[in-house]
Structure formats: structure tokens, C-alpha cells
């Protein structure tokens, strides 16, 4: 944690060993309880490779669940750097899909492409108002965000089925669904563009939603790296003592930082509501605000290991979607476990291995001093 | 409505608000514990979980409903140790380490449970004796009150719960009592405030969160059981539906105080209760309320409160905050 430790490691190991270091231990875990279930878990990781990387299919599906996890990913990484816990993702996307349902069942019928920039405004809108109130509340209040946020997660999953069943459903039907809507407002596959290249991407809902998350990554780096209210931000996530001496206003910059969050967790929804399930549905978040705290951790807050833990993440729901199919014995809710020690051991065990490491280079840089 | 039939209808709620009160009683204490000690704890939800899972397994193992509590006690004892570690030991974020126990015992439960029982999660259904059932005392009060209004709260309301019902209301004036009355109690909450005066006094700060931690675990291991042996006949995949999370409110809402505690956590089970009886049946003079409007109550006056528009919630000034010796 402190200054005067950082400085005693090369930042290769900072910034390289010492992530995947906790990473092998996580995975070595994983690979026991997969061992204590009776299974063999290089079979298991050979057959989630397969599964997820080995053929078309099964990449669309990889992409299309890392495109979720972009989006929560550098939600939560936004709030890390300006020291905020964001844990109300799961929220702030769910309420994006009601803006996104919103539009899509207003504009229903219109064509994909006209759609789709309103379609992408409100649910970063929605997103952003369901961020607002904690922001606020944290920046003006001084109530914790991290209470107000997982607050915001129940009151947003009660106020959707308030919605889907008062005022959404179909009358005559129980499902607490809207309607689906018109086929030429849905977002389009992208494997109807590659199906006549001979790329067959079978079943997968890989949309353009995919390349919005590459944008967003890349405009993350840009806002938090090169432009004052990036600097505003990481000064106020470092040191918010120091940033009101250096005129900025740290109430505000919370808020700001917070409603970016939450834009970008809302976007989400547009992946999932207009561009595969055309409908909104309760749950339709399905735990993916969570799985962003796992790939910021991961990807330690930077945009582009946000992109490649996503990746990671990507692959182990589609891969571990294939395993549950292949090995029953291990339900996707080995998922779910390996995503808890990819928190603990890359979050809350960060520096575990620290002192060992500097040990180590302490012990390396006195030997090469003696010998010169 | 006279004053009978009014206590006639409102005992069976009564009733049922306090039995959906225990395991958030218990699970707030056990909050009180670790965050008066200043570790703050969002995993009360999975330590919970575990607890369920372990006791439901065991008391089917071992046809006991006390193997059942014992299992469950050990099993949210050892996921509050994994926090301490990480909390105290390594000073790592706690709120990160708390969501990754929360993931642990979400995946864990339901995949062994899968493995072990092969049915979606659940544990096999328990019978009557490896259950904690309703305790057959009366001492002759209900003939003494008659059937109607006292005597309905009596024999509705405050008798006949199962013994983890009395033991989570024993457990307040417990805490209270090891909390502000004993000089471990005055260490243990001075440690969750000025963690430096008790170093400087010589007391260790580990030590102390350690056994905060610890109690939290016991205590998360009671509310977990609660839930799988006692009320229900067995465990079921996500059976604390964030059960843990409004402890955590109802906490925030206590001010981090036992007998508000109490006070939160019945006004909390009350709300579930009333919300469940009026599922679909208008009220006098406002027409139908929809669930929800019940459901959104603990979550919505948590964020009024926080916001000290209702009094002013303020938690252990060190809570959160990693020791370190040298500054």
C-alpha cells in the first residue's frame, strides 16, 4: 500500500508478476475444488478452451459475454479511480434497460440504425439518474456509497417488477415481460453480416454493441488519462485533501465520476435488451454488474486490462457454459466460484505476495551490489 | 373494529413479523460486532448462506438439528476468518474481500450441493427431529387470557416460536451487556474507533478485530441455521435473498446500537409480514398497495436515513480502515 514499499519492485512485477501471480492462485483453487468434485481439471480447462475459443460459434458467444463485462468493468473502474466503490452496476444497468425498453417499444417498428443512437442516450441516461442519487448522497450527505448503491440494487430490482408486471406485460399473460419488439427495430446479429464471408457464428447474439464497448474502453483511457477531469478524478481518488487545496472540488467531481459509472453501466443494457433478448425482462442483468468488480480488480482499473479480463470473463462463462453441458457435475455455478477468488486473491489479497517479492529483489540487488 | 378483533388480526402478522425478524437479528448483530470492531462487512449475505447450506447438510447427515447449528456455525466462522485475513492480517479492502465471500458462498452451496445431493442445490428435506421446531410452553397463560385479543397475541405473537427465536432475542441484551458493560466490550468498540489509543495502551488491535470477527462468524452461523433448519425443512439455492444486505440497513438504521437493533429488525420483519398479508387485498380507505411499495420500505428509509434527513447515522469512526502501526 504505502509510497516507500512501490518503489522497492521493478514495475514489471508491479504491473505484470505480482497480477498474475494472484491470478495462478485463484486458478490453482479453482482447479481443487474442481479436483474435490471429482473431476479432472485440466480436462475441465481443455474443454472450456474448446468451448469458447475453438470454434466460430462459441467465439461470438466469448465476445458477446466480454461486451457486458466491458461496460461494468469501466463502470466500477471509473468509480475506483476516483475512489468510490460502485457495487449498484447491477442497478444502474437494469435501469438502462427500462430507458433502452422504453425507446425501443415507442419508436417499435422504425428501423435498427434510427433507433439506436436514442436507443444508446437513454440508457446511459437511465444508467447515469439510477448513479446520481448515491453520487449525491456520498458527495453532499456524506452517506457511504457503497450502502446507498447496494440500497439502489434492491430498489432498482423491485421497482422492475413493479414496472413489468403494473405496466409492461402483456394483458393476459403472467410473464413479467414487454412485449418483443419489431424485427426491424432489433439491433442486427453480426452473424448475418459474416455468414456469407464463411464465418458461421451459429446461434450467438454477437451484436455492434461489441465494437461501442471498444469505443468505450478507448474513451475511458482518453477522459481518465488525457483531459483535466481525468486528472481531476484520479487526484480526488488519491488524495481528496490534496485536490481541494489544488482548487478542485471533490462533491462534484464524485458526482461527475459517478454519473460516467453509470452511463456506462446503463449501456449494457442495450447489448443485452435491444440486441438479444428484443424484449425486457426481469433479471436480464443476470449478475454481469457484479462480474464488473471482478474485471476491474483484475484489470486493476485501466481500460485495456479492463478489455482483456473481460476477455478472461468471456471465456469462462462460455467455456463454462460448455463444461456444464459436457460435465454436469460441474454447474456453471463453478463460474460464480472462480469469479470469488479472482476477487479475493486479485482484490482483497492484492498484496499478499508483496513482501515476499521485495524480499526476493532485496536479497537480488545486495548479492549483484557485493559482487560489483 | 374494537380493540379484539383488531388484536385477533394483527397477532398472526405479528407473529410472522418476528419469525422473518430472527435471521436479520441475528445477521445485524453479527454486523454490529465486526463493524463496532471496525472491520466492515458486506458478506454477511454469503457468511449467512454458507451457514444455511452447511447446517441443512448437516443436520440431514446427522439427523440433528444442534449438528445442523454447529455445522453452520463452523462453516460462517471459517468465511469470517478468510475476511479477518484479508481485512486485518493483509489489510486488503474489505468491502472487495466481503463481495468475494458473498461470490463464494453463492457458487460453492449450490455447486457441492449439486455434487452431493443432485437435486438443483437443495439439501434433502429434513423430518421433524432434525428440525428446531416450535416449543411447546404455555405455563397456562393461554387459558388464563381466553383465545381472543391479549390472549391471541399471547399464543400468535410471543409464544410457541422454536428456540432460535428466543435466543436471537437473547442475544441483544447479550451484546449490549459484553459491548458496554465489560472491559473487553469497551476495548473491543474502542478498537473500531481509535484503533492507535488501544495500541498505545498496549492491547493488541489484531487480536481484538479478531475476536469481533469471530462472534460476527457465531453469529452468522445462528441465522443461517435459523433459515434452513429452522424455518424451512432444508436448503435452497439463494435461500438468504439479500437477507444479509437488509441486516446490513437495518444496521446502518440501528445506528450501530443492540436494542435498535431489535427495534430495526422487528419494524423490518413486521414490513416483510404485512407485505406478504396484504399481498392483493386493498386497505381500508387507500385501496390496493402494490407489494413492491413494502418490499422498496427497508431499502428506501436506509437511503433517507444515511442521508440524515431522519436523525443522523454515523458508524465507527475507524470502520474500514486497515490498521497500520507506523504513520
Same mark, same amino acid.
Given at each position: ?372 | ?126 423430518? /421433524?427431529?432434525?428440525?428446531? &421446531? ?6 397456562? +397463560? %393461554?387459558?388464563? *387470557?381466553? #383465545?381472543?385479543? $391479549? ?109 435498535? /437493533?431489535?427495534?430495526?429488525? &422487528? ?6 409480514? +404485512? %407485505?406478504?398479508? *396484504?399481498? #392483493?387485498?386493498? $386497505? ?44
Amino acid at each position: 500500500m504505502s509510497a516507500s514499499s512501490r518503489r522497492d519492485l521493478p514495475p514489471i512485477v508491479d504491473y505484470a508478476v505480482i497480477p498474475l501471480l494472484n491470478l495462478a492462485v485463484a486458478f490453482l483453487i479453482s482447479g481443487l475444488v474442481v479436483l474435490a468434485i471429482g473431476e479432472n481439471p485440466f480436462e475441465a480447462v481443455a474443454i472450456m478452451i474448446r468451448g469458447a475459443l475453438g470454434y466460430p460459434e462459441g467465439v461470438g458467444f466469448t465476445l458477446y459475454y466480454a461486451t457486458d463485462f466491458v461496460f461494468t468493468g469501466l463502470a466500477v473502474a471509473v468509480a475506483f479511480h476516483a475512489g468510490l466503490f460502485n457495487i449498484g452496476a447491477e442497478g444502474q444497468a437494469t435501469l438502462g434497460g427500462l430507458g433502452v425498453a422504453l425507446v425501443c417499444l415507442s419508436f417499435d417498428g422504425a428501423p435498427w440504425w434510427l433507433v439506436f443512437p436514442f436507443a444508446l442516450a437513454a440508457s446511459m441516461a437511465f444508467g447515469a439518474a439510477w448513479a446520481f442519487v448515491p453520487a449525491w448522497a456520498q458527495a453532499r450527505r456524506g452517506s457511504h456509497i457503497v450502502i446507498t448503491t447496494i440500497m439502489f440494487n434492491y430498489l432498482a430490482a423491485t421497482l422492475m417488477v413493479w414496472v413489468l408486471v403494473e405496466m409492461m406485460s402483456e394483458p393476459g399473460t403472467m410473464s413479467p415481460e414487454s412485449r418483443t419488439f419489431a424485427e426491424a427495430t432489433r439491433l442486427p446479429f453480426l452473424r448475418e453480416f459474416l455468414t456469407p464471408w464463411g464465418i458461421d457464428l451459429g446461434q450467438s447474439p454477437l451484436n455492434p454493441m461489441v465494437f461501442v464497448a471498444g469505443l468505450a474502453a478507448v474513451f475511458v483511457w482518453l477522459v481518465v488519462w488525457r483531459t483535466r477531469l481525468g486528472f481531476e478524478i484520479r487526484t480526488v481518488g488519491k488524495n481528496p485533501t490534496a485536490a481541494v487545496y489544488a482548487g478542485i472540488d471533490p462533491a462534484h467531481v464524485v458526482i461527475v465520476a459517478m454519473l460516467i459509472s453509470g452511463a456506462l453501466s446503463g449501456l449494457l443494457a442495450v447489448n443485452e435488451v435491444m440486441g438479444t433478448q428484443h424484449r425486457l425482462l426481469l433479471e436480464f442483468v443476470a449478475g454481469a454488474g457484479f462480474v464488473g468488480i471482478a474485471v476491474a480488480l483484475m484489470g486493476r482499473s485501466h481500460p485495456f486490462g479492463v478489455v482483456l479480463a473481460s476477455l478472461l470473463f468471456g471465456i469462462l462463462y462460455q467455456g463454462g457454459a460448455e463444461l456444464a453441458f459436457d460435465k454436469p457435475k460441474i454447474s456453471r455455478d463453478m463460474i460464480v466460484v472462480i469469479q470469488a477468488l479472482v476477487i479475493l486473491f486479485a482484490g482483497a489479497l492484492e498484496h499478499m505476495f508483496r513482501p515476499a517479492l521485495v524480499k526476493l529483489f532485496d536479497r537480488r540487488r545486495i548479492r549483484a551490489e557485493g559482487g560489483a | 373494529m374494537d380493540p379484539t378483533t383488531f388484536l385477533d388480526l394483527a397477532a398472526p402478522v405479528l407473529g410472522s413479523g418476528l419469525r422473518l425478524a430472527v435471521p436479520l437479528l441475528f445477521a445485524c448483530l453479527a454486523g454490529l460486532w465486526s463493524e463496532r470492531s471496525g472491520v466492515v462487512d458486506i458478506g454477511l449475505e454469503g457468511k449467512m448462506l454458507a451457514a444455511a447450506f452447511a447446517a441443512g447438510a448437516a443436520a440431514a447427515t446427522w439427523h440433528s438439528p444442534w449438528a445442523g447449528l454447529l455445522a453452520g456455525i463452523a462453516a460462517s466462522v471459517f468465511l469470517a476468518l478468510v475476511h479477518g485475513f484479508a481485512s486485518i492480517t493483509q489489510r486488503g479492502n474489505q468491502i472487495v474481500s466481503g463481495t468475494a465471500i458473498n461470490f463464494l458462498a453463492a457458487g460453492l452451496t449450490v455447486l457441492l450441493g449439486q455434487v452431493w445431493y443432485g437435486q438443483g442445490g437443495r439439501t434433502p428435506q429434513l423430518g /421433524a427431529s432434525e428440525r428446531f &421446531l416450535a416449543l411447546d410452553f404455555d405455563f397456562g +397463560v %393461554s387459558r388464563l *387470557l381466553g #383465545g381472543h385479543g $391479549i390472549g391471541a397475541v399471547w399464543s400468535e405473537a410471543l409464544a410457541g416460536h422454536n428456540i432460535l427465536v428466543y435466543a436471537a432475542i437473547a442475544a441483544v441484551p447479550l451484546t449490549w451487556w459484553i459491548l458496554w458493560r465489560t472491559r473487553f466490550g469497551l476495548r473491543l468498540r474502542a478498537v473500531g474507533d481509535n484503533p492507535q489509543a488501544v495500541d498505545t495502551a498496549g492491547v493488541s488491535v489484531a487480536s481484538l478485530r479478531y475476536r469481533a470477527v469471530i462472534v460476527c462468524g457465531v453469529l452468522t452461523g445462528f441465522a443461517g441455521t435459523y433459515l434452513s433448519v429452522a424455518q424451512s425443512a432444508g436448503f435452497v439455492r439463494d435461500m438468504t435473498a439479500g437477507k444479509g444486505f437488509i441486516a446490513l440497513a437495518a444496521l446502518v438504521f440501528a445506528k450501530w446500537k443492540p436494542f435498535n /437493533a431489535l427495534a430495526a429488525c &422487528l419494524l423490518f420483519g413486521l414490513l416483510d409480514a +404485512v %407485505s406478504i398479508r *396484504l399481498q #392483493g387485498t386493498p $386497505i381500508p380507505g387507500i385501496g390496493r398497495v402494490p407489494v413492491q411499495v413494502f418490499q422498496a420500505l427497508p431499502y428506501l428509509l436506509t437511503v433517507v436515513l444515511l442521508a440524515g434527513f431522519i436523525g443522523r447515522s454515523i458508524p465507527p469512526k475507524a470502520s474500514g480502515v486497515p490498521y497500520t502501526k507506523d504513520r
